[in-house]
């Protein structure tokens, strides 16, 4: 049986192997997600100035109001939208897509194609 801090360095080491690859920048930020047990939180990032541009999570006072739980996939696509609407508004429509060493399934996958719908381009 692998215990919970075996699998949490697991997903360091996959975010680790992914960041050698995908690199944001200021015309095509880095949509990075991080999932905790309670909530998901999202962040569009520009690794050339090192700067976070938008973020967007299941804390925030525009969604608390929507969702009543933070930590199911419902949650996961009302935050994906909310970060594409942000995103959007401020003029960008393409991003690279940083799962943070996730698999690509249940509110991670949610995030990602409720993300699409809006308009964002991965």
Same mark, same amino acid.
């Not at 360091?12 to 192997?17: G, M, P, S, T």
């Not at 804390?59 to 970060?83: C, F, H, M, S, W």
């Given at each position: 049986?692998?215990? /919970? ?10 975010? $680790? ?14 949509? #990075? ?6 909530? &998901? ?9 090192? +700067?976070?541009?938008? #973020?967007? #999570? ?20 009302? =935050?994906? /939208? ?5 995103? $959007? ?5 393409? =991003? ?8 690509? +399934?249940?509110? &991670? ?14």
């Amino acid at each position: 049986m692998i215990k /919970k801090q075996d699998r949490r360095l697991q997903r360091i080491r996959r975010h $680790l192997r992914i960041r050698k690859k995908v690199f944001g920048t200021a015309e095509r930020p880095r949509l #990075s997600v991080f999932r905790s047990e309670k909530h &998901i939180y999202v962040q569009l990032i520009d690794d050339m100035k090192g +700067h976070t541009i938008l #973020s967007a #999570s299941t804390l925030d006072p525009e969604l608390r109001q929507k969702i009543t739980k933070t930590y199911n996939k419902e949650a996961a696509r009302e =935050v994906g /939208k909310l970060i594409a609407q942000r995103a $959007l508004a401020k003029g960008i429509d393409q =991003v690279v897509f940083d799962r943070g060493g996730f698999k690509y +399934h249940g509110r &991670i996958k949610e995030l990602a194609d409720a993300a699409r719908e809006v308009g964002l381009k991965f």
